[in-house]
């Protein structure tokens, strides 16, 4: 079955203690993403990968890191937690370049809360 | 500044009526649109999607209506189904000229349809 999944689904932590969620995704897809969902705010992206060892910064990059050595896999890393990072955080990922047909794969997405 | 905006933030119609959602863009750099549907505690998933070269298109009981000139676009649901109920997702691929599939989303409507 085609997925992307998220780990983990809910995490709460403290304010400083660095933390990564886990994104791998079964389609050999070549582009993944994070995003953020905020009330009012909608779906904001933070970073992206258009390939292995190729990322770049997304709309709110602020406090994160990402790496993509291998394919299948996209960590979101937070190397300091703060309270604003308090978040429903989504990976999703997609074949690359696409003309037509766009759609992204979503995962389930990780509730984030930081004290 | 939202270049994707969904002035909606919640519709409630009738089962068997038509549901009609509603989105607003403000780049004209957009060259491609979708709608994501996303239920409680699960990600988004594709719906429907159209090119900057049409001005319609149609799956099933979902039709998304573009047009350019107003940078307007509008998802129609018809017979709405109680199953339909969830947050739906306007989004936007902009045309950089690269290889990218870098997505801007609305910040969501959703919709209630009532047995």
Redesign the interface.
Known sequence: EAQ?TQNPRYLITVTGKKLTVTCSQNMNHE?M?W?RQDP??????IY?S?NVEVTDK??VPEGYKVSRKEKRNFPLILESPSPNQTSLY?C?S?Y???P??????????TRLTVV | D?Q?K?NSPSLSVQEGRISILNCDYTNSMFD?F?W?KKYP??????LI?I?SIKDKNEDGRFTVFLNKSAKHLSLHIVPSQPGDSAVY?C?A?PDYGG??????????TLLAVQP
Do not use: C, H, W
């Open positions: 992307v582009y993403s995003y009012g705010l909608g779906l904001r992206q992206y258009m997304g709309d989504f999703a997609s690359l370049p696409i037509g047909g766009t759609e992204a794969f979503f995962g389930q997405g | 939202q994707v969904q491609y979708l994501y505690a699960e990600g988004p998933t594709f999607s090119s997702f989004a691929r290889a990218t599939n870098k997505l801007i989303f609305g910040t969501g």
